[in-house]
C-alpha cells in the first residue's frame, strides 16, 4: 500500500511542482485572496480531487485496509503531507526540484499517513 500511495503522491506533487500556470495562480491567489473572496473555495465540493480522494481512502478503510473515521479529513491530510512541503521548498513552483528531491518528500509524507491511519494490528 505504501508503494501506491508513494506512487500516486509522486504524480501529484510532480504536478503541482512542474506546472508554471498553476504557482502563477496560487501566488496570484495568496496574494490577492483577500481582496477577492469570492475566488477562494469554501468547501469540499469546490474540490473534486479531494472528493475522490476521500472516496477512495473510504473504501480502504471498507477493505479493512486502513482505520479512516473521516474520509474527507484523511484526504485533506494525504494531500497535505504529499505536497506540502513540495509547495514550500519549491517556493510554489518557482524554485526547481529534481525528482529525486520531491520523491524523498512526498515519501516522507506518506510515511506519517500511514503511521497516523494505518489499521491497529490485531
Known sequence: MEA?????GREF?????RSAERAAV???????GSHFPA???TSSADRPTQRGLA??????????LLEVPDPDEAAEFL???VTGRVNNRSWYGAVHLDDAEIDR???GGVRIFLRAYARPAE
Open 26 to 32: 496560487m501566488r496570484l491567489m495568496i496574494a490577492e
Open 105 to 107: 518528500l512526498v515519501a
Open 4 to 8: 501506491g500511495f508513494t506512487a500516486f
Open 55 to 64: 472516496a477512495r481512502l473510504a473504501a480502504l478503510d471498507e477493505r479493512g
Open 39 to 41: 475566488l477562494l473555495p
Open 13 to 17: 506533487a510532480s504536478e503541482i511542482a
Open 79 to 81: 494531500g497535505l503531507l
